[in-house]
């Protein structure tokens, strides 16, 4: 019995309409909106080049500086994986109509981009005079979605830190997150610094706006008093801090002192101002008042955990204890009750 060979890569012929060229004659656009390159996934595909060789040509266009080479348009990552696959020749498609919003057409299809990458094309594109409008006709895209990834390009210090760290990536809430800030700076400062290290999604964007909003209708804020005890300065000093940093509301600020400094719900009320106080115990039993009246419990705890109003942390959780508290109809607000609660991560006894 005769064995079969088995073609490799070396023996086979480019795909119909496609050119073999010396790979050394090739380089990546320098403008290739894709910077980004997973090594795992690319590892993988160098193995399958190993194994079969390159089956889709790379897209590539004549180089105008250098006569006789070319520039890639599309196909990076079957480039590299062809060197790193030791070839000598790569099949290749020679298209001369070919320009950058087509490279970022095809990630896009593919979802190969970053939002950074997006946002620097659209950087470049902006610099050689094109309009937001031009840009997202080319590429097929909204205008506000030019408008929010362009938002990228020159991100605050604080917020870019955040992006960069990996703590928020979604680029609509960096969007949001960057117009409260060019009108609330040390707020929004403060908030991010609060926060750390916790990932923050649109959502809380979207709730910090919100708590931003009813401060300035409101004219809210939380008053200081000085305080005798070392308790009541411990106490003071926390909130302080916080009312410096960002104007987080009271419910955070208790939270805070229940959960990271392990204040006992009794301190806590004692070294609070008359003002504080006071507010403390309306918004609670605001919340309680929700619970005792509720008509659908079910359906209204599930519409406000997935609009953020109940949460595992903050004013979200305390807000969510203290309406499962007034949904036992028979028990009577008490403000100490739902504090020990929150303490213990207990919800309801």
């Given at each position: 019995m005769t064995e079969k060979k088995t073609a490799t890569h070396k023996g086979l012929a480019a795909p119909a309409g496609a050119t073999e060229i010396d790979i050394?004659?090739?380089?990546?656009?320098?403008?290739?909106?894709r910077k980004e390159f997973n090594k795992e996934t690319l590892r993988e595909l160098t193995e399958t080049v190993k194994?079969?060789?390159?089956?889709?040509?790379?897209?590539v266009r004549p180089n105008p500086d250098k006569p006789g080479t070319y520039i890639i348009n599309h196909g990076a990552r079957r480039?590299?994986?062809?060197?790193?696959?030791?070839?000598?020749?790569?099949?290749?498609?020679?298209?001369?109509d070919y320009s950058e919003a087509d490279q970022v057409i095809e990630n896009l299809q593919r979802?190969?981009?970053?939002?950074?990458?997006i946002a620097d094309f659209i950087g470049r594109q902006l610099a050689a005079g094109k309009t937001k409008s031009e840009i997202a006709r080319h590429i097929g895209k909204t205008n506000p979605y030019i408008t929010t990834h362009a938002t990228l390009l020159d991100l605050p210090d604080p917020i870019d830190e955040v992006y960069r760290s990996g703590r928020c990536t979604d680029v609509t809430a960096l969007y949001d997150l960057t117009r409260i800030y060019k009108i609330n700076k040390e707020e929004v400062t403060g908030w991010l610094n609060l926060s750390a290290p916790e990932e923050i999604s649109r959502l809380d964007v979207k709730h910090f706006s919100k708590f931003l909003e009813q401060k300035n209708i409101q004219g809210y804020s939380e008053t200081e008093?000085?305080?005798n005890t070392q308790d009541k300065s411990d106490t003071d000093s926390v909130l302080h801090e916080q009312k410096q940093n960002a104007p987080v509301s009271?419910?955070?600020?208790i939270y805070h002192l229940l959960k990271k400094d392990k204040r006992k719900p009794q301190d806590i009320m004692r070294d609070?101002?008359?003002?504080?106080?006071?507010?403390l115990t309306t918004r609670v039993k605001s919340y309680f008042e929700e619970g005792r009246n509720c008509s659908n419990i079910v359906q209204y705890t599930i519409n406000a955990l997935q609009d953020g109003r109940f949460s595992a942390k903050g004013s979200?959780?305390?807000?969510?204890?203290a309406f499962l508290y007034g949904t036992e109809r028979s028990t009577n607000f008490d403000l100490l009750k739902v504090l020990d609660a929150l303490a213990n991560h207990e919800v309801v006894s």
């Open positions: 050394n004659l090739i380089i990546e656009d320098i403008h290739q909106p194994l079969r060789g390159v089956k889709s040509p790379i897209s480039y590299r994986a062809s060197i790193n696959a030791g070839l000598k020749k790569i099949p290749v498609f020679v298209d001369t979802d190969n981009l970053t939002s950074r990458e008093e000085t305080h009271l419910l955070d600020s609070l101002s008359s003002g504080d106080r006071k507010i979200g959780a305390l807000q969510l204890i």
